[in-house]
């Protein structure tokens, strides 16, 4: 059994206790969260309309936080000597999926 997640405007696809990084959660280590459902998969079971993924809940514990990879940006602009560069590195949440719950 899977399930598609939806969180930070991107899906992962997640199984019970995998690990991801989803986009920075405004909670605490080992609190836990509760994702949106897109898509349920369970053998030959797919659950893909609102109307059946209402009762659907996937779990998870906050582990920690992870970074992403360093992006270097650089703007200029010509004939005026202006040159910048710039990094950045994204922040996530690393969460482990604890429970893939089907309400019947």
Same mark, same amino acid.
């Given at each position: 059994?899977?399930?598609?997640?939806?969180?930070?405007?991107?899906?992962?696809? +997640?199984?019970?206790?995998?690990?991801?990084?989803?986009?920075?959660?405004?909670?605490?280590?080992?609190?836990?969260?509760?994702?949106?459902?897109?898509?349920? +998969?369970?053998?030959?079971?797919?659950?893909?309309?609102?109307?059946?993924?209402?009762?659907?809940? +996937?779990?998870?514990?906050?582990?920690?936080?992870?970074?992403?990879?360093?992006?270097?940006?650089?703007?200029?602009?010509?004939?005026?000597?202006?040159?910048?560069?710039?990094?950045?590195?994204?922040?996530?949440?690393?969460?482990?999926?604890?429970?893939?719950?089907?309400?019947?």
């Amino acid at each position: 059994m899977y399930a598609v997640i939806k969180s930070g405007g991107k899906q992962e696809k +997640v199984e019970i206790g995998s690990v991801v990084d989803l986009e920075l959660l405004e909670s605490d280590d080992n609190q836990e969260v509760v994702l949106a459902a897109v898509l349920l +998969v369970d053998g030959a079971n797919i659950m893909a309309t609102p109307q059946l993924l209402e009762k659907v809940s +996937v779990k998870g514990k906050i582990v920690g936080e992870s970074k992403g990879k360093k992006v270097r940006g650089f703007t200029y602009r010509p004939k005026a000597r202006g040159r910048r560069r710039f990094g950045h590195r994204q922040h996530y949440s690393r969460v482990e999926i604890t429970e893939i719950n089907v309400g019947k």
